[in-house]
C-alpha cells in the first residue's frame, strides 16, 4: 500500500489565510462547524507563535460570533513543554486523531444478515436520510442540527460524496458518507444508532464501501481515544500515523 498521510483526508472547508506557519481553514456555510472553522499548523510553533495565532483566531471568530478555536499540529508530533503547558492552563481540550488505511480484499468476511438493507441515498429516501441524522445531530444543539441538514443537502448534490443508509428490519438504522478521489474511498461519518448497536450494522456499512470501490485505497480518521480503533485494527486496518488538536469553547 502506498504511503497514506493526513493531506489524503477531505476536509470541509476553504483555506482563508496561509503562510509559511499555519493554513486557516473556514467554511461560513457552517460556522458551528469546529472541524471546518481551525488553523492546522505547517510546523510546531513555539509559545510566542501559538500565543499570536490564537490571538488573530479568536479575533477573527469573534467577528462571526464563533465560540470557538481550534487548531491543529503536524502528523506524528505531540505539543510539548511549554507549548503543552499553556494549552492545558488555558483549558484547552487536547486529543489526537489516528489515520487508517486498508485494502477492500483484506477486509475481513461478514455474514449476509437479510434483516439489513443498504441503500444508497436517492430523492426516494434523502428524507430519511435528513431526519435519521438530524434526531442525531441535536446531542450538538438545535442550530447545528439544523446547518447540518442543509450541509447534507449540500453533499447530496456533490458526484464525489455518496451518501448511504442502512436500514434494519426497515427501520432507519444507520449511515456513512463515502467522499471519492481518484486513489482513495474515505469512509466518514459512519454512524449506527444507538437502538440498532452491534447487531453488524457498522461492519455491513464498511463492507458496502470495500465492494464498491474494490481498486482503491479506504481510508478513515478515528478519535485516538474512542473504542473503534479497536474495531479497526481487527479489521486489518493498518495504522498510518496521528495528529494532534486542541480546541477551547468560550462562554462569552
Known sequence: MEQITFEDIYTLGKIDAENAEYRHYHYPEMLTRYD????????????????????????????????????YFPANIKPAGGLNAYLTDQGYEIGFLELYAIQPKNFPSVRNNPEIDIQVVTDKNLEVFLNLQYQYDLNYGSEFAKQKAELIK???????????????KGSPAGYVDIIISSETAEIDNLTVDELFRNKGIGSRLQKFVME????????????????????????????HGFKYGAQKIYQD
Open 212 to 239: 464498491s470501490f474494490p481498486e482503491k485505497s479506504v481510508i478513515l480518521v478515528a478519535d485516538g481515544e474512542d473504542s473503534p480503533r479497536e474495531m479497526y485494527k481487527k479489521q486489518n486496518y493498518q495504522y
Open 36 to 71: 471546518s472553522n481551525f488553523i492546522e499548523f505547517k510546523k510546531v510553533p513555539s509559545l510566542a507563535e501559538f500565543k499570536e495565532t490564537e490571538k488573530y483566531l479568536r479575533d477573527y471568530h469573534l467577528k462571526k460570533d464563533q465560540k470557538h478555536v481550534k487548531f
Open 154 to 168: 449540500r453533499q447530496f448534490e456533490d458526484k464525489n460524496i455518496q451518501q448511504v443508509l442502512a436500514f434494519y
